[in-house]
C-alpha cells in the first residue's frame, strides 16, 4: 500500500503514519515530477483548505496516474468543507477515469489563524478521539471495505471552487515583521519552495498554498496573520518531528 500526503503542521503525516504502508510526500513527488502510482491499495491523505484541498494538491491530481485495484481519499478538518473537499477531489479522479473506492474524514486541530484559537482547538479536540476515528479507517481500508462519505452540506461544489478560496486569501494574507533569526525553518517546511529569507527578513514568492506552515513554525512569532483570532498562539502536531515535515516539504534538498 502506497499513501500520498500533503502535510503543513503534521495532522496529515500523522494519519499517513496511522494507516501504515508506504508514505510518500505529494510536494517531493511534484518535485521529483513523478506521477505514476502503482499498487494493490493507494491513498491520498489532505487537509481541507477552504472546503477544497490545498492547491498544490489539486494541481498534483490533475496530473497524477494512479494504477490500483483499490483506491481511498482522506482528509482531516477542523471544523466544515470535508464532504466538499472529498466531492470535488473524486470529482477530478472520476473524469479522468479513476474511480475512488473510499472516502472518509477525520476531525482534527483545526490550525487556521484567522479564525481558530490554537489553545481552545487543543482543548476541544481529543486525541484518543482522533485515534479512535483514524483506526475504524484503517480497518476499512484493510477489509477494503466500499463507501463513500456523504454528508448534510451548505452550498454547491462550483460556488466552493470558484469564489471560496479566492475570497479568503484576498482577506487574509502573512505578515513578515522585524525580529527573524534566519533559521530558514520557513523556507523548509514551505510545500512550494515560495519562501526566500533575504537580508534577514522572509520574502514572499506567488505561489502560496496559504497552509500557514511557515507560520505555525516560525520560533519567533516574525509571521504572522492578519486579524488573527489568538496571536500568542501555534500549533505543530506534537506526535509529529519538524525533522519529518522539513523532509516532506523541503524542496531545496
Known sequence: MKILYYTSTGNNLFIAKQLGGELLSIPQLVKDNIYEIKDDSVGIVFPV???????????????????????????SYGSDGDYHALKIMKKTFNKRGININYTNSVLMVDNFLPVFDMAHEMEIK???????????????????????????????????????????????????????????ICTKVCPRGNIEVIDGKPHFGEACDFCLSCVHHCKTHTLSINDEA????????????????????????
Open 49 to 75: 483548505f477552504f472546503a477544497t484541498s490545498p492547491k498544490t494538491l489539486r494541481e498534483f491530481v490533475e496530473k497524477v496516474n494512479i494504477h490500483a485495484d483499490y483506491i481511498f481519499l482522506i482528509c
Open 126 to 184: 481529543n486525541d484518543s478521539d482522533i485515534e479512535k476515528q483514524i483506526e475504524i479507517i484503517k480497518n476499512d481500508i484493510i477489509s477494503k471495505k466500499d463507501f463513500i462519505y456523504s454528508k448534510k452540506h451548505f452550498t454547491n461544489v462550483p460556488f466552493i471552487e470558484k469564489i471560496l478560496e479566492s475570497t479568503m486569501t484576498s482577506k487574509y494574507h502573512i505578515i513578515a515583521d522585524d525580529g527573524c533569526s534566519s533559521c530558514r
Open 230 to 253: 489568538n496571536p500568542n498562539e501555534r500549533y505543530i502536531n506534537p506526535n509529529v518531528k519538524l525533522s519529518e515535515i522539513i523532509k516532506s516539504n523541503n524542496l531545496y534538498q
